[in-house]
């Protein structure tokens, strides 16, 4: 079948007002849309890519502007499926740390299951990436997750996937749960050494990383380390290093992560070594939270050849 998308992104799109200053002093905020999924997905098509959306938006006031916004953005929407619910939302601003407020219960994102699979169009695709994140949304989401990965894997399809722990509404319990319910069939696992590694299995060191999730047939292993200020890359047993774009300790990160792994992905299914794509993403990232922040702030591949 012929390959019409390079990845598809399966996960919540969400809303998001934003500030560059801190809510209490903020009068205005901006309006505009995200979540971790669709920021990887943005950093991934501001590279070229071709990438579908898999998720679910609510018909609400918000419903034509998310759609016209993922429209500009490029994305192949036929599969975003519109559901009665609201849409979640999320708040970010600036003070001397991020300030995020999200309000994700009983939403739209929840109502992704497997009436959203579908083979063909899972088969026009190179890669499939998802996280622990959109998992988490409901047992019916993470089934779709599960039932995906499992059709990738046995089609030849990548797998990538980031357990993307975050422990204000998520348990280092079920997160585990997530990424072993589908381990077996992931092809690149992104992972923080802090958030992920260590706190979902306490394994502290790249080589124990390294070491467990190979044994479960994965492929390639990210590993980011701000202990490190980089990320370990590490493909057919051979581990390498690329430092993080900026020289400079930032204040505001947020976002970075899932930057990385869709500049990463771009790359990859691009035709670039692992250690090449890992530069490219980390630049990507770099710049990204040298500016503001936002989705709007994602450089292109054309702003990487300048800066």
């Known amino acids: 079948m012929e390959k019409t998308l390079d990845i598809i992104a399966i996960g919540e799109c969400l809303l998001e007002l934003s500030t560059n200053q801190s809510f209490e002093n903020s009068e205005t905020f901006n309006l505009s849309f995200g979540g971790d999924v669709i920021t990887s997905a943005v950093a991934a098509k501001k590279l070229g890519s071709r990438v579908g959306i898999i998720s679910s938006i609510g018909n609400d006031?918000?419903?034509?502007?998310?759609?016209?916004?993922?429209?500009?953005?490029?994305?192949?929407?036929?599969?975003?499926?519109?559901?009665?619910?609201?849409?979640?939302?999320?708040?970010?601003?600036?003070?001397?740390?991020?300030?995020?407020?999200?309000y994700r219960r009983k939403v739209a994102s929840n109502n992704l299951s497997l009436n959203d699979f579908n083979e063909d169009y899972i088969n026009s695709a190179r890669a499939i990436y998802s996280t622990g994140i959109t998992q988490s949304l409901s047992m019916q989401s993470n089934q779709l997750v599960k039932k995906v990965y499992e059709y990738a894997k046995a089609n030849d399809i990548i797998t990538a996937y980031d357990p993307n722990y975050t422990s204000s509404f998520m348990t280092t319990y079920d997160t585990k749960e997530y990424l072993e319910d589908i381990?077996?069939?992931?092809?690149?696992?992104?992972?923080s050494l802090k958030n992920d590694a260590e706190s979902l299995y306490e394994l502290t060191s790249i080589e124990k990383i390294?070491?467990?999730?190979?044994?479960?047939?994965?492929?390639?292993?990210v590993v980011k380390s701000h202990l490190d200020n980089g990320y370990f890359v590490n493909y057919n047993g051979n581990t390498e290093f690329c430092p993080f774009y900026n020289e400079h300790k930032a204040i505001h990160t947020m976002g970075a992560g899932d930057v990385f792994n869709g500049g990463f992905l771009s790359a990859i299914t691009n035709g670039y070594k692992p250690l090449e794509a890992a530069q490219i993403a980390a630049k990507q990232a770099g710049i990204y939270i040298d500016r503001m922040g936002q989705i709007k702030d994602i450089p292109t591949s054309e702003e990487l050849l300048r800066l």
């Open 61 to 102: 006031y918000f419903k034509n502007v998310l759609l016209d916004k993922l429209n500009q953005e490029g994305f192949d929407i036929s599969h975003i499926a519109i559901c009665n619910e609201k849409n979640g939302l999320y708040l970010s601003g600036r003070s001397d740390k991020n300030e995020l407020i999200t």
């Open 210 to 221: 390294v070491n467990y999730f190979t044994d479960y047939g994965v492929k390639l292993i």
């Open 183 to 191: 381990i077996e069939n992931i092809d690149v696992l992104f992972m």
